[in-house]
């Protein structure tokens, strides 16, 4: 029943924002169906820590500790996000954001109308056991957000969008053969050409029965598939420019919400890989991709000009970081993923939600053209904007401090050297370049802008997160910790 | 026995459609104009319907009869029409520019057969006997993988945006061969969920080639250089 309303709260609202003519009726519907999903959420999460795990329909739709975390934080992003939209679109259409021959109403009703869409299907790929369906829901989220991408129909816009639909589409598809391969790989099974065939729960508990040289090929063709998804370099050029583009409040969801939905997908098909072929086969082909995407990321963020883009290299730097604690593995690894995708998922849609508040008021996303000052014009934007990078290169005492030193600890522990050395070089190098970048466009002289209103929906759900991001830096609600050792032992199989 | 009853007509009825499949993609890769491009990809997805069609009637599958009907239904005419549709509307006649020309194009796509033969060669497990009807299709491996390799070329290969969209599909029908050779197909709800977001993808990507169209006045997706670092 829970699993039921996870799904159908979102999936509901879309269309019924799309009749809703009226701008105040489609932002109550949204913020109101993001409420009710994350109450939903939360349930299911209390209902996983006393169960172990839930299912509905002959196991059709399956929740453990893992994707009740994964739920949970997408429904938490979704509603702040949903919050944040209604002053940020507000804000857009009083300033004409929309373009002149832009239709106003038209243009919310789209991101109304598509944005629950999208968190559904994102929440589809969490509860989904199959793993068929999980790949057609991952695909969903790709072609609900194409056109939250082209919101704005500029130039760039489109062929953002367009980048977008077509490496990911290239992507999945190849995700899609490891899919049909995992199949294969259990067809010798007893009962592997039913519906549970191809259900994780069914597989992982006879992963060692499946066929090793197949399942070695799926893990790989899965393992570029979602990693596209989640912008593993090298497949990692949609990224930049998707985030870029598309307007804050959804770009925030795509970083923080969407990439934990891939990650989600890599896991599984990790916990299976690891099963039958052990550890080290996955493990090994999961750090060579997370580093990559560390390194990669670095330069990028050294000479960005951008600060959407920055943030956007920063996305991919984390995605790295979590490919590479999860290629690390065991519990202290498991437990540090866990651990870093809730954290990086609150600082780092945080940081987009202030991205946000700076374009509105400058209406540039260029360093140079702002040239400082921007905790002067907005002291409220400005001190949180410094906080959640600070929180989010890994500055103690903020929480991600915490994850990343506990993946190089995993990392000593199971003794990659070479490996725990680049971690900690790469993430020197962002550190530099973030803090450099965004010291540079928070502090100095007052603009000569004048100082904007306070818009109470924008800033209010800044300052929430914000109240989120401290507070977790310090003290993890018991229940909470208690899910993600969950999810960390679903990875383990403890 | 009549000959519709016997496995090995079956084998042989499966591999000729998914030879055809192949020769089909070949010809895509080699032909310059966009409508036989796209009429040539509806026939390649009717004979996979008809490689579905042929292995349901033999091991008296329901299931893969409904994904052979969903193939005739949506790719072999559904899509094709759609995408005709669009290119009336967006008004290009033109040919499709490949990267590369195209005997070297034929070559490469020999080359990567090749390749998708090897690959299949190790999904065989000779020594265990493969059971006479489970058998039936399992040749037609290495013709999926080389759809998906070419496609994957084509995909690289090709400038204009519509064309790269046939690449995707033609990419995915090889994908549906796999499913269909190795496993008689995913499970029906799975399948059925391919299907949906593939016509949603082609839609999707319709009308983004329609807005790059309008915006651009080209479809040369190599222009969509605005976007660096």
């Known amino acids: ?398 929480s991600l401090f915490q994850s990343e030193f506990l993946i190089v600890r995993a990392a000593f522990e199971a003794g990659h050297y070479l490996p725990s050395a680049l971690f900690v070089l790469f993430g020197a190098g962002v550190f530099a370049g973030a803090l450099l970048h965004v010291g540079g466009l928070v502090l100095g002289p007052a603009p000569a802008e004048p100082p904007p209103g306070w818009l109470p929906w924008r800033e209010t759900s800044i300052l929430a997160l914000a109240a989120v991001l401290v507070v977790i830096g310090f003290w993890l609600p018991a229940p909470l910790l208690e899910l993600i050792r969950g999810a960390a032992r679903v990875v383990t199989g403890g | 026995m009549s000959i519709f009853n016997n496995p090995e007509f079956g084998d042989k009825l499966v591999t000729l459609m998914a030879a055809l499949a192949l020769v089909l993609q070949i010809a895509m890769v080699a032909q310059r104009w966009l409508v036989t491009n796209i009429r040539l990809f509806s026939a390649q997805s009717f004979a996979l319907a008809a490689v579905a069609g042929v292995i349901a009637w033999f091991t008296h599958s329901p299931h893969v009869y409904i994904a052979a009907f969903l193939t005739l239904a949506v790719k072999a005419i559904l899509v094709p029409l759609l995408l005709e549709r669009l290119v009336d509307r967006i008004e290009i006649r033109q040919e499709i520019e490949p990267i590369i020309n195209t005997p070297l194009s034929i070559v490469i796509s020999g080359a990567l057969t090749l390749v998708a033969y090897i690959v299949a060669d190790s999904f065989y497990h000779p020594e265990e006997g493969p059971p006479a009807a489970a058998s039936l299709g399992h040749n037609t491996l290495a013709v999926a993988i080389s759809l998906f390799l070419i496609g994957f070329f084509m995909m690289l290969n090709r400038r204009k945006a519509l064309t790269q969209v046939l690449a995707l599909l033609s990419l995915e029908n090889g994908l549906f061969l796999a499913a269909i050779s190795l496993t008689y197909g995913m499970p029906l709800i799975v399948e059925i969920g391919v299907f949906f977001d593939l016509l949603v993808a082609v839609l999707v990507l319709g009308i983004l080639v329609f807005r790059i169209r309008e915006t651009f006045e080209s479809m040369d997706v190599s222009k969509l250089r605005r976007l660096r670092g």
């Not at chain 1, 893990?219 to 370099?233: E, S």
């Open chain 1, 1 to 398: 029943m829970i699993l039921l309303a996870l799904l159908f709260i979102p999936f509901a609202a879309g269309p019924l924002s799309y009749f809703m003519r009226e701008r105040r009726r489609m932002e109550r519907v949204n913020v109101g169906a993001f409420a009710a999903t994350l109450v939903a959420a939360i349930a299911l999460a209390r209902r996983v820590l006393r169960e172990g795990s839930v299912s509905l329909w002959d196991g059709f739709l399956y929740a453990d500790a893992l994707s009740a975390l994964v739920a949970l934080l997408t429904a938490g992003v979704a509603l702040v996000c949903s919050c944040y939209a209604v002053g940020y679109l507000r804000e857009d259409e009083r300033s004409g954001a929309f373009g002149e021959n832009g239709d106003a109403a038209a243009q919310l009703r789209k991101y109304y109308c598509l944005t629950p869409m999208f968190v559904s299907a994102m929440l589809l790929v969490t509860l989904a056991n199959n793993l068929g369906v999980m790949w057609v829901a991952i695909e969903l989220t790709t072609l609900a957000s194409v056109f939250l991408v082209t919101f704005y129909g500029k130039l760039t816009s489109l062929e953002a969008a367009w980048k977008y639909a077509i490496i990911g589409g290239v992507g999945l598809s190849m995700a899609l053969f490891g899919t049909i391969l995992t199949y294969y790989s259990g067809h010798k099974l007893t009962g592997s050409d039913t519906l549970a065939g191809l259900n994780w729960s069914v597989l992982a508990t006879q992963a060692v029965h499946l066929d090793k040289t197949t399942m070695r090929l799926a893990f790989i063709l899965c393992l570029l598939g979602y990693g596209t998804k989640a912008g593993l370099a090298p497949m990692h050029t949609w990224k930049p420019d998707a985030y870029s583009e598309a307007p804050v409040p959804a770009a925030a969801i795509l970083s923080s919400a969407m990439l934990n939905c891939a990650i989600y997908g890599l896991v599984r098909v990790y916990i299976l890989a690891a099963r039958c072929l052990g550890a080290d086969f996955p493990g090994n082909l999961l750090l060579l991709f997370g580093l990559l995407s560390m390194g990669v990321s670095v330069p990028f963020v050294l000479v960005q000009k951008n600060f959407r883009r920055l943030l956007a290299y920063h996305t991919i730097d984390h995605a790295g970081i979590m490919a590479t604690a999860l290629g690390v593995g065991g519990p202290l690894g498991s437990l540090a993923l866990m651990l870093h995708m809730t954290f990086h998922t609150v600082a780092k849609s945080l940081l987009f939600l202030c991205a946000g508040n700076v374009w509105q008021q400058f209406k540039t996303d260029l360093f140079h053209k702002i040239k400082g000052g921007v905790i002067r014009a907005m002291p409220l934007t400005g001190g949180v904007f410094l906080m959640a990078i600070l929180a989010i290169i890994g500055m103690p005492p903020f």
